[in-house]
């Protein structure tokens, strides 16, 4: 149970993290740059960290390439890697307050979701990876009997991660977990806005016995350092969590390099679906509510298209606009508040752009709209409905708190107007009819379908999107694939 004695006083006493992590210890950036940590929730600076270079990067490929090559990490017995990885979790855990106030400071999120979703999930992570590695096994390929196939999963050798602002610490550990299980020496570059809690990380890491260049992280902005990375000759594999922009160019910088393998988590602009016989519709118009309003829509799965069927239009308006406005936006380190804030200036003036401009498309507004108080960045949670099916609000992904409402008469316009998105990593499905209910997770091209919920995946269902949401998986034991090479055997006995 969170008590919000400790909370403040967590704001206080928690030190955040100030160098690169490279090769075991924090260094500063070669050039001696650094930039300077503001909080969204007053705007004020309260640390700085290193603003690293293309130099900085080379140094942490380096330092991964001789701890791979040296095998301290990848020739451990498994038993060992097991003890580290769960040496981690129980680390997260112990300092997960601390953790959790640190990046609410840096990112905005509120404390109730990030206190779970940041040190407690990235703890998930390396406890499941953890107890994965020892459970796998290779393969025997049929063969004649005077032939013996073996198939072998091997580490990668170096992974690059790039992760984003919006939950750094879960989803660098959906990333750093997997690969350090399967043998791997990693380089994470954060996001140059929210890099502290991934630089704790590090740091724990290498408490809980992991070897020196095993795990680096090296902050700076995405332009220099994550270009760099992408263009390492010694990254093997790049797994990033980001727009579809900064995608594309990762893949024409793998061509530019080694054709490193690059996978791509970018977002979507998913549907959520609510028929004219939900099981409880006050229930179903909280679920959306908060499928969208959630970190104030700073959620890759945000389901930020509520489709919602005509005949009870008016009646889920109503109970929609109540739910929203039960919500109360501020602090996001203070428990009664349920929204936090934008993570930065720039996210807000982006979020009010879209919305001024769905306004002039015709859009209504039902409630918010507007920018709230004069300290720190925060937006009231918005519904509009109407206006050009064709604008950004409907097509585009805001990554704000911001909900698009679109009604519709049919099983088969719903799933038209869902699928008709360039996107496809989530869906939600709202109603009691079971059938209608598998038909839409067949139907709607998303990687994960909810149905009576929205979020809240057992963390041995792989997250991933189909179409231009991206390739490859988060989570579960798929998640290891991207982290291995297979390697065939064949005998002559």
């Given at each position: 149970?969170?008590?919000?004695?400790?909370?403040d006083?967590?704001?206080?006493?928690?030190?955040?993290?100030?160098?690169?992590?490279?090769?075991?210890r924090s260094?500063?950036?070669?050039?001696?740059?650094?930039?300077?940590?503001?909080?969204p929730?007053d705007?004020?600076?309260f640390?700085?960290?290193?603003?690293?270079?293309?130099?900085?990067?080379?140094?942490?490929?380096?330092?991964?390439?001789r701890?791979?090559?040296s095998?301290?990490?990848?020739?451990?017995?498994?038993?060992?890697?097991?003890?580290?990885?769960?040496?981690?979790?129980?680390?997260?855990?112990?300092?997960?307050?601390?953790?959790?106030?640190l990046?609410?400071?840096e990112n905005?999120?509120?404390?109730?979701?990030?206190?779970?979703?940041?040190?407690?999930?990235?703890?998930?992570?390396?406890r499941?990876?953890?107890?994965?590695?020892?459970?796998l096994?290779?393969?025997?390929?049929?063969?004649a009997?005077?032939?013996?196939?073996?198939?072998?999963?091997?580490?990668?050798g170096?992974?690059?991660?790039?992760?984003?602002?919006?939950f750094?610490l879960?989803?660098?550990?959906?990333?750093?977990a997997p690969?350090l299980?399967?043998g791997?020496?990693?380089?994470v570059k954060?996001?140059?806005t929210?890099?502290?809690?991934?630089?704790?990380?590090a740091?724990?890491?290498?408490?809980?016995?992991?070897p020196?260049?095993?795990?680096?992280?090296?902050?700076?902005?995405?332009?220099?350092?994550?270009e760099?990375?992408?263009?390492?000759?010694?990254?093997?594999?790049?797994?990033?969590?980001?727009s579809?922009?900064?995608?594309?160019?990762?893949?024409?910088?793998?061509?530019?390099?080694?054709?490193?393998?690059?996978?791509?988590?970018?977002?979507?602009?998913s549907?959520?679906i609510?028929?004219?016989?939900?099981?409880?519709?006050a229930a179903?118009?909280?679920?959306?509510?908060r499928?969208?309003?959630t970190n104030?829509?700073?959620?890759?799965?945000?389901?930020?298209?509520l489709?919602?069927?005509?005949?009870i239009?008016?009646?889920?308006?109503?109970?929609?606009?109540?739910?929203?406005?039960?919500?109360?936006?501020g602090?996001?380190?203070i428990?009664?508040?349920?929204?936090?804030?934008?993570?930065?200036?720039?996210?807000?003036?982006?979020v009010?752009?879209?919305?001024?401009?769905?306004?002039?498309?015709?859009?209504?507004?039902?409630?918010?709209?507007?920018?709230?108080?004069?300290?720190g960045y925060?937006?009231?949670?918005?519904?509009?409905?109407?206006?050009?099916?064709?604008s950004?609000?409907?097509?585009?992904?805001?990554?704000?708190?911001?909900l698009?409402?679109?009604?519709?008469?049919?099983?088969?316009?719903?799933?038209?107007?869902?699928?008709d998105?360039?996107?496809g990593?989530?869906?939600?499905v709202?109603?009691a009819?079971?059938?209608?209910?598998?038909?839409?997770?067949?139907?709607?091209?998303?990687?994960?379908v909810?149905?009576?919920?929205?979020?809240?995946?057992?963390?041995?269902?792989?997250?991933?999107?189909?179409?231009?949401?991206g390739?490859?998986?988060?989570?579960?034991?798929?998640?290891?694939?991207?982290?291995v090479?297979?390697?065939?055997?064949w005998?002559?006995?």
């Open positions: 149970m969170l008590d919000q004695g400790k909370i006083a967590a704001r206080v006493t928690t030190v955040a993290p100030a160098e690169h992590f490279i090769d075991g260094v500063p950036s070669a050039n001696g740059a650094r930039r300077d940590v503001s909080s929730i705007g004020a600076v640390a700085s960290i290193a603003d690293g270079g293309a130099g900085d990067v080379s140094a942490a490929t380096a330092a991964a390439r701890a791979y090559d095998g301290s990490w990848r020739n451990q017995p498994l038993a060992a890697r097991k003890r580290v990885l769960l040496r981690i979790a129980e680390i997260l855990e112990e300092r997960a307050l601390d953790l959790a106030v990046g609410v400071r905005g999120t509120e404390i109730g979701v990030a206190f779970y979703a940041e040190p407690h999930g990235a703890a998930q992570s390396f499941y990876y953890g107890e994965a590695i020892d459970k096994f290779g393969e025997v390929a049929p063969t009997s005077d032939k013996l196939g073996l198939i072998h999963r091997v580490p990668v170096v992974v690059g991660a790039i992760v984003p602002w919006n750094p879960m989803i660098a550990a959906w990333k750093v690969a299980a399967a791997n020496s990693v380089v954060p996001s140059e929210a890099s502290l809690l991934v630089l704790k990380l740091e724990i890491a290498a408490e809980a016995g992991l020196d260049g095993v795990l680096n992280v090296v902050t700076g902005d995405g332009a220099v350092t994550g760099a990375l992408a263009l390492d000759m010694d990254v093997d594999v790049l797994a990033f969590t980001g579809g922009g900064v995608g594309r160019r990762l893949l024409e910088y793998a061509g530019r390099s080694n054709l490193k393998r690059v996978y791509l988590e970018l977002g979507g602009k549907a959520n609510v028929f004219d016989d939900p099981v409880d519709l179903a118009a909280m679920g959306a509510a499928a969208i309003f104030s829509g700073q959620v890759c799965i945000a389901g930020s298209r489709l919602v069927h005509r005949a239009l008016g009646e889920f308006q109503d109970a929609l606009v109540a739910a929203t406005r039960s919500f109360t936006v602090d996001p380190l428990l009664s508040h349920q929204i936090g804030a934008i993570h930065s200036a720039g996210q807000l003036a982006k009010e752009a879209a919305v001024a401009e769905a306004r002039a498309a015709g859009a209504e507004c039902l409630t918010g709209g507007e920018r709230l108080g004069d300290s925060y937006f009231a949670p918005t519904i509009l409905i109407g206006g050009d099916g064709n950004r609000h409907v097509r585009e992904e805001i990554f704000g708190p911001v698009s409402v679109i009604p519709f008469d049919s099983d088969e316009e719903a799933v038209g107007i869902a699928n998105s360039p996107y990593l989530a869906a939600g709202w109603t009819n079971l059938s209608r209910a598998h038909r839409m997770v067949a139907a709607l091209d998303a990687g994960a909810h149905v009576n919920c929205y979020g809240g995946l057992e963390f041995a269902m792989p997250i991933g999107g189909m179409k231009q949401s390739n490859g998986y988060d989570r579960g034991l798929q998640a290891l694939d991207k982290f090479n297979l390697k065939s055997a005998f002559a006995l």
